[in-house]
């Protein structure tokens, strides 16, 4: 309609029956791309985690490197620390092991000393058993009054000598197997 009335206005009466005239087309060609229009946005962004930086200790921070609300990244510096303090206290804390490692292997070598000592007691009691069980059994062999005299002071010695053993067992195995 508004064909004809456009011909009708430069003095052309459209033509009963004919197809209109086709209509000026331009042709492009398409391209894919991204359009971002620059948006303005008001809120309020917060952490996903927030951490707390400080020490246990008074004192032992020198300086912050960073401010609240700045972003860290994992192996930054945050923070420099006292070292004169922390090190004097890791040199003394180094010391004390020492001297417990010292106290520890004195302790172990005195043990091992005690159980040397109980062995040697041990086998000079035994000696000593077999000396006066030997002596005694002579004594018994001679027969005479000042033979039975020194036999009875063997057999009285032999018998000690044979609590001396029975104490030296005892005393080793306490060391060797505990209290039972």
């Known amino acids: 309609m508004l064909i004809s009335l456009g ?3 430069l003095g052309q009466a459209p033509k009963a029956g004919a197809p209109p005239p086709s209509p000026k087309v331009i042709v492009a060609t398409a391209r ?4 971002s229009e620059p948006k303005t946005f008001v809120g309020t962004v917060k952490p996903l985690r927030k951490s707390i930086v400080g020490s246990a200790a008074p004192g032992r921070v020198e300086e912050y490197l960073v401010n609240d609300g700045d972003f860290v990244k994992k192996g930054d510096p945050i923070a420099h620390l006292r070292r004169g303090i922390i090190g004097a ?3 003394a804390a180094e010391a004390e092991l020492a001297l417990r490692k010292a106290e520890l292997a004195e302790l172990a070598d005195s043990w091992g000393n005690k159980v040397k000592q109980a ?3 041990l086998a000079s009691a035994q000696a000593m058993l077999a000396f006066r069980e030997a002596k005694s059994s002579r004594g018994k062999t001679l027969g005479t009054s ?3 005299e020194e036999t009875e002071e ?3 010695l032999a018998s000690q000598s044979h609590a001396l053993v029975e104490e030296a067992v005892t ?4 060391l060797t197997q505990g209290p039972n």
């Open 171 to 174: 005393t080793l195995r306490k």
């Open 7 to 9: 011909q009708a206005a």
């Open 154 to 156: 063997n057999i009285a």
């Open 32 to 35: 894919r791309d991204k359009v």
């Open 119 to 121: 062995k040697a007691h």
């Open 89 to 91: 206290e890791k040199r």
């Open 146 to 148: 000042a033979a039975r």
